[in-house]
């Protein structure tokens, strides 16, 4: 069982502001925020799902190499707009919206955000 993730920004306010923007598509917001760290879940209510975060050590955030961090969502709708909003807030892409692999019924789409973290959002849906 998954608690939570956690990825490093080396720019807390840009990423936030990008988060902020792409994270409403996959059903989060921003819940908790300080100058250190910023939590998202689906609610003021519920448990932080994934934090951005300067690192501890206080050296540059890097993203790993085969790391990948991937949202469900309901539809195919909800993988294109997340697509398309990243891409318009400096996403890097990664993949278009398809399905992944042939034949299959899952649908995906890949970006990169400004500081290189991989992101995924992906539907089992065929709608």
């Not at 879940?41 to 975060?53: K, L, P």
């Not at 790993?64 to 318009?88: P, Y």
């Not at 299959?104 to 709608?127: L, V």
């Amino acid at each position: 069982m998954i608690g939570f993730v956690m990825i490093g920004a080396n720019d807390l306010e840009s990423s936030a502001k990008f988060y902020d923007t792409i994270l409403k598509t996959v059903g989060l917001v921003k819940i908790y925020s300080d100058e250190k760290r910023i939590g998202y879940g689906e609610n003021n209510e519920s448990d932080i799902e994934f934090y951005i975060t300067i690192p501890a050590n206080k050296e540059a955030a890097t993203y790993g190499n085969g790391t990948q961090i991937s949202f469900l969502v309901k539809t195919r709708a909800e993988v294109d707009k997340f697509h398309e909003i990243a891409m318009a807030n400096d996403a890097k892409n990664e993949g278009l919206p398809g399905v992944r692999p042939a034949g299959a019924t899952e649908y995906y789409a890949y970006i990169r955000d400004p500081d290189g973290n991989k992101i995924c959002a992906y539907t089992n849906s065929e709608n």
